[in-house]
């Protein structure tokens, strides 16, 4: 599986946006770049989704680079409801759909 | 959007004693399902892939015959934990894969603490 590489924990402040990277620097050409948020005792959410072009949705951006080595999970204002563990996933189609999860970094917001 | 429930959202069951936890697709079908367990503090590690129709393909390191999975429908996939352990003890969280818009939904999880 293509790993991929995250800060442990990141902290922010509350309404300010945030800029959560991601390392993939194995990527293969037809891997998808997936990114899901934990909060404490609940299942992972979906967040958003790309595979080249940058994307945009009600939760956040995300800014892929050109070589796709690495990318950016954008939160414009953060909330205090934003705070969880955010998981930056790839994820091969066709093989089995299954996510493997990295350590992903814990995204603290202050008040 | 596209939901995922698990029942029950926790269970507490004594040492030697099974227990079945249900994950359910509410608003569309799915063929595959996945089983995770989280311990506190950690990530989520794959236990199995759960084909409606067939049988479960599991993780190295997980015993199918203590874990035991079931996809009879295309909306339900159950984890039974057999003669279950105190080590057992974790956060079970299922997903499932809708195959028409390359995502995949998460159940909540259930806490079970074996005693």
């Known amino acids: 599986d293509a790993k991929t590489t995250q800060p442990n924990s990141m902290e922010s402040n509350e309404e300010e946006p945030v800029h959560l990277p991601c390392n993939h620097s194995t990527i293969s050409g037809t891997d998808y770049i997936h990114w899901y948020r934990q909060l404490p005792s609940q299942g992972p959410e979906y967040v958003i989704h790309g595979l080249t072009s940058n994307v945009n949705n009600r939760m956040a951006s995300l800014a892929i680079a050109e070589d796709r080595k690495s990318s950016t999970l954008i939160l414009h204002r953060a909330t205090l409801r934003d705070a969880a563990v955010y998981y930056c996933i790839l994820r091969a189609p066709n093989a089995g759909n299954m996510l493997t999860f990295g350590g992903g970094t814990r995204l603290m917001v202050k008040p | 959007g596209a939901v995922v429930s698990q029942h029950p959202s926790r269970v507490i069951c004594k040492s030697g004693t099974s227990v079945k936890i249900e994950c359910r697709s509410l608003?569309?079908?799915?063929?595959?399902m996945f089983w995770y367990r989280q311990f506190p503090k950690k990530s989520l590690m794959l236990m199995a892939t759960s084909n409606e129709g067939s049988k479960a393909t599991y993780e190295q390191g997980v015993e199918k015959d203590k874990f035991l999975i079931n996809h009879a429908s295309l909306t339900l996939s159950t984890l039974t934990v057999t003669s279950a352990h105190p080590e057992d003890s974790s956060f079970y969280i299922c997903?499932?894969?809708?195959?028409?818009?390359?995502?995949?939904?998460f159940g909540p999880g259930t806490r079970l603490t074996v005693t």
């Open positions: 997903s499932a894969d809708r195959t028409d818009n390359n995502e995949q939904y």
């Open positions: 608003d569309f079908q799915a063929t595959t």
